[in-house]
């Protein structure tokens, strides 16, 4: 590895590998290696690498047009990814707002909440509530509505002042006895309180992860919680805002991940599977209520970005959702998500480190405890998460392990996000491979009693 290098890479005592190839669920690298893809990136591959439709697309834009300035023209790949989201989008989601990734997204929704109530003659309302242990990008905005506190320490005296209600996380919150729908009743009626202890008239927007990401590792929400949230942002008229960046585009089997909640945001953001990878581009789903009300009053969105509605990444866009749907991924992602959960509870079902298996389609998470029976998080200095990509990285496996789990110090998952692609025999050789992969860190840090 060469470690003369003039890139600012993520860490800087050590130069990655360069990826030079991909081809399915594979990447290769720059010294021979192969590594199986098994977390997407960061759940962003959801068609592999090198398909050759999606490639195609963006060639045939580049020669016919690669860029022109929304503040002119619109152009045709934007025009028509708009209507396909639309369509698959739920009822009364009617705009949408194209940027370059997820954090923009996010950006971009904090400032439409504030400029909807503007507009509407409520301009105070500014204030956002959010959940602990969330991530909703990197830009400053999304930071301070992320409740990622590793993340957001060095930082602080930049961030917003939001609000804060727990997660909807029932491994760890849910009591003995308390049903799951009765877990999440009181998991959302926390919103109501913090809006209550807030000046009256001052809430502009609720946001939170439909399925929780990267921060907490897949957490689904239980039975009800979303519409009780829906139901509560109503009573309060403030906007529920879904970031989907990770678990929409399909991720957990359906378009959007807020279909199987059975609720109808005022805005979802995406981003990472709505190009496959192959351009950056996000993506802000607005309700028609909002659009016609700005557009009734100041006449226009006072944001916007140089690149948004990029040509060529709108038309990797369109090629992604196509390809989604003739080769009907949709169910392979709700086919193949069943045998990996099937797999994981299977091959870790002794695993005396293992305590929660959880996540919805090609989205799952196993969380990792030093107890199973008293759910004790593994020694932090132990640094398991970080050991643990590290010893299924030389095994050719590329997974997404993240610490803080519980409260940004304690606690190890990992993330699984194969290409929605996969096979069956991917699968199961995903599940080997880190198998061998945890038994060998539990082994080399001593956790085996």
Known sequence: ??????????TLNSTPPNAIGGQGVYLFDNQGNKYLDASGGAAISCLGHQNPIVVDAIKEQ??????????????????R???????????????????????????SALKLARQYFWDRGEPARHK??????????NTLGALSVGGNEWRRLKFEPFLMDVGRISPCYAYRYQMDGESAEAYGRRAADELESTIQDMEQGTVAAFVAETVVGA????????????????????RYGILLILDEVMCGVGRTGTWFACEQEGVVPDMITIAKGLAAGYQPIGALLVAEKIYEKIKSTSGFFQHNFSFMGHPIACAAGVATLN???????????????????????????????????????????????????TKLPIDAKLQFAANLKRVAFKRGLICYPMAGTIDGQRGDHVLLAPPFIV??????????????????VVQELGLVK
Do not use: W
Not at 354 to 371: K, N, P, T, Y
């Open 1 to 10: 590895r060469n470690s003369m290098t003039n890139v600012f890479h993520r």
């Open 62 to 79: 580049a020669g016919k047009l690669a860029y022109a300035h929304t503040g002119f023209f619109s152009n045709e790949p934007a025009e």
């Open 81 to 107: 990814l708009a209507e396909m989201l639309v369509e698959r989008a739920p009822e009364g989601i009617g705009k949408v707002f194209f940027v370059s990734g997820g954090s923009e997204a996010i950006e």
């Open 128 to 137: 956002i509530i959010a959940r602990r242990q969330s991530y909703h990008g």
């Open 215 to 234: 921060t907490a590792g897949a957490v689904t929400p239980v039975p009800g919680y979303f519409k009780r949230i829906r139901e509560i942002c109503d």
């Open 323 to 373: 390809v989604i749907e003739k080769k009907e991924l949709l169910n392979n992602v709700q086919v193949r998500g069943k045998e990996l959960m099937k797999n994981l509870a299977d091959r870790f079902q002794d695993a005396p480190n293992v305590g929660d298996i959880r996540g919805r389609g090609l989205f799952q998470a196993i969380e990792f405890v030093s107890d199973r029976v």
């Open 423 to 440: 096979t069956r025999d991917e699968i199961d050789n995903i599940v080997d491979v880190l198998g061998d992969a945890v038994d060998e």
